[in-house]
C-alpha cells in the first residue's frame, strides 16, 4: 500500500478498512462448527477422520499419544545448544512472571469483617502450539508450570509419517507438559473442549494458531475456558529520524515471514525520508531471504504506512490499531511520553536493540499476545490466566450488626424483602 498522510481525509476510513480486512469469514466459521461437532459426536473416530481429510494424516486413536519418554528422546537427540536455548528461555519466561503471580490475602473492612482472596492454579489445561512453534510450548506451558498446574496437556500437529519437531518435544519436557497428543487444527479443540474416550476434556484452552484455530477457541467458549483469540503476527513500528532504517526493515520483514498470507505490518514514521530509507531496505535485505515469496505476499496485501506530524499523532494510530507488537524506533527521550499515551499495545519493545524477536523467544513475557484489534479489550498472556480466584467473607456478629442497616436499605430499594430478613432475623434470634 502507498503511504498515506494522517491528515488525509480518507486516512481513518482506509485504516478502519485494513484492520478491519482480518476479520473471518463465514467459509471458516462453518468449517469450525462442523468440525467440531464431528469430534463432540464421534470422539476418537471423529479426530481421527478429520485428521485425515484435513491434515492428510492417518492416526489411529492408540496413536494419538505423545509420552513423557518420546519428549525426553527428544531432549537427548537435540543439539546441546538448542536446549540450552529452551532452558535460557524456560529461565525468562519463568523469571518474569513469578513477579505477577498472584498471592492470597485478608483484611478487615469497615464493619470489622474478615475479607480477602484465595488463589487456586487451574487443575487441568489445553496449550495450542501450532507446527514447529517450539516458542509457544514455553511460553504456554512455563507459566502453567508455575501456577501449579498439575495436568499440563499440549496438541500439536505431526506430520504424514505421525512425528513431531524434535524442539517441540524437548521443550514439552524441559516446561513440565505432562500429557501430550499428535495433533492439532480444530480437532485438537475439540478434544480439549468435549473430551474423547482416549482424551480428557480441559478446564481451558491457551495458545495461538490459524483462522480455523481461533475460530474454533470462539466457538468452544463456554464449555471451557480459553485465554484470548490470538490471530496472525502484528507489527507496528513508529519511526522516527532516530530509527535506524536496517533495522526497522529486519523487523518488519522478521513479522511478515510467518507465512500464513494474513500477518499485518504497520510503519508509522515521523519523515517521508525515513519511510523511503526503510522500504529500500526492505528491498535490499528481502533479497537474501529463504520465505521471500510469503514475504512478498504480506507485503502487498498486509503493509499499512502512514506518515505523521509528531508523537501524539503516531500514539492515536497505535491506539486505533491495538497492535500485538509494537517498537519505539524513537528518540528515547520520547519513549515514556509514548509508553503512557500508547494504552492498547499487547507488547512494547522500547529502543533500537529491542528487537521484537527477543521477545518472540526469549526476553520473558509471553509471546501470546492480543491480536485484530482485541489489545483494545484484552491483554497478552500472564500468571493468572492459569488461576481461579474465590472471594473470602467471615462476619462476626458485631460487624453483622454494623452492616445491617446498608443491607436493609438496598433489600427496600430492590424490593427484596427475604434478603433484607436473612439479615435482621439473625439480630432478632440473637435480643
Known amino acids: 500500500m502507498a503511504d498515506l498522510a494522517y491528515s488525509s481525509r480518507t486516512f481513518w476510513d482506509k485504516l478502519s478498512a485494513f484492520?478491519?480486512?482480518?476479520?473471518?469469514?463465514?467459509?471458516?466459521?462453518?468449517?469450525?462448527?462442523?468440525?467440531?461437532?464431528?469430534?463432540?459426536?464421534?470422539?476418537?473416530?471423529?479426530?481421527?477422520?478429520?485428521?485425515?481429510?484435513?491434515?492428510?494424516?492417518s492416526l489411529s486413536?492408540?496413536?494419538?499419544?505423545?509420552?513423557?519418554?518420546?519428549?525426553?528422546?527428544?531432549?537427548?537427540?537435540?543439539?546441546?545448544?538448542?536446549?540450552?536455548?529452551?532452558?535460557?528461555?524456560v529461565a525468562s519466561v519463568t523469571e518474569f512472571h513469578k513477579h505477577a503471580l498472584p498471592k492470597s490475602w485478608t483484611a478487615k473492612n469497615a464493619h470489622g469483617a474478615t475479607i480477602g482472596e484465595r488463589f487456586y492454579p487451574l487443575e487441568r489445561v489445553g496449550l495450542y502450539i501450532p507446527r514447529n512453534l517450539v516458542s509457544t510450548v514455553v511460553m504456554t506451558a512455563a507459566l502453567a508450570k508455575l501456577a501449579g498446574v498439575k495436568e499440563i496437556v499440549a496438541f500439536t500437529p505431526c506430520g504424514p509419517d505421525g512425528k513431531v519437531n524434535d524442539g517441540c518435544l524437548a521443550a514439552m519436557y524441559l516446561s513440565?507438559?505432562?500429557?501430550?497428543?499428535?495433533?492439532?487444527?480444530?480437532?485438537?479443540?475439540?478434544?480439549?473442549?468435549?473430551?474423547?474416550?482416549?482424551?480428557?476434556?480441559?478446564?481451558?484452552?491457551?495458545?495461538?494458531?490459524?483462522?480455523?484455530?481461533?475460530?474454533?477457541?470462539?466457538?468452544?467458549?463456554?464449555?471451557?475456558g480459553v485465554d484470548l483469540l490470538p490471530g496472525p503476527s502484528e507489527l507496528l513500528v513508529i519511526a522516527d529520524d532516530h530509527a535506524d532504517a536496517d533495522f526497522v526493515a529486519s523487523d518488519l520483514l522478521a513479522q511478515a515471514e510467518h507465512g500464513s498470507g494474513r500477518e499485518k505490518i504497520f510503519l508509522v514514521s515521523l519523515s517521508k525520508e525515513k519511510t523511503k530509507a526503510i522500504r529500500a531496505a526492505i528491498r535490499e535485505q528481502m533479497k537474501s531471504l529463504p520465505r521471500k515469496d510469503a514475504i512478498k505476499a504480506v507485503l502487498k496485501d498486509g503493509f499499512f504506512s502512514v506518515v505523521v506530524k509528531d508523537y501524539d499523532e503516531a500514539a492515536a494510530v497505535a491506539n486505533f490499531v491495538a497492535p500485538e507488537h509494537m517498537e519505539l524506533e524513537v528518540d528515547p527521550k520520547q519513549f515514556n511520553k509514548l509508553i503512557k499515551s500508547i494504552t492498547t499495545a499487547g507488547a512494547i519493545m522500547q529502543g533500537a536493540w529491542s528487537a521484537t524477536a527477543l521477545g518472540d523467544f526469549v526476553a520473558g513475557p509471553s509471546h501470546e499476545l492480543p491480536t485484530g484489534r482485541s489489545g483494545r479489550h484484552f491483554s497478552g498472556l500472564q500468571i493468572s490466566d492459569f488461576m481461579r480466584r474465590s472471594s473470602l467473607v467471615r462476619y462476626s456478629k458485631s460487624a453483622l450488626k454494623k452492616a445491617a442497616g446498608t443491607v436493609e436499605a438496598f433489600a427496600r430499594m430492590e424490593g427484596l424483602e427475604a434478603h433484607g430478613r436473612s439479615v435482621s432475623s439473625r439480630l432478632e434470634k440473637e435480643g
Open 176 to 224: 513440565g507438559v505432562t500429557e501430550a497428543y499428535r495433533f492439532g487444527g480444530i480437532m485438537a479443540i475439540g478434544a480439549a473442549a468435549y473430551g474423547t474416550e482416549t482424551i480428557k476434556p480441559v478446564l481451558k484452552v491457551y495458545g495461538p494458531g490459524n483462522a480455523f484455530v481461533v475460530e474454533a477457541k470462539r466457538q468452544v467458549f463456554g464449555t471451557i
Open 61 to 89: 486413536p492408540d496413536a494419538f499419544s505423545i509420552s513423557r519418554d518420546e519428549m525426553k528422546a527428544a531432549v537427548r537427540r537435540l543439539p546441546k545448544g538448542d536446549v540450552q536455548a529452551i532452558k535460557d528461555s
Open 19 to 57: 484492520c478491519k480486512s482480518a476479520e473471518v469469514p463465514q467459509s471458516i466459521v462453518d468449517a469450525a462448527s462442523s468440525v467440531l461437532g464431528e469430534v463432540r459426536e464421534h470422539g476418537d473416530a471423529g479426530v481421527a477422520k478429520a485428521l485425515k481429510r484435513i491434515d492428510k494424516v
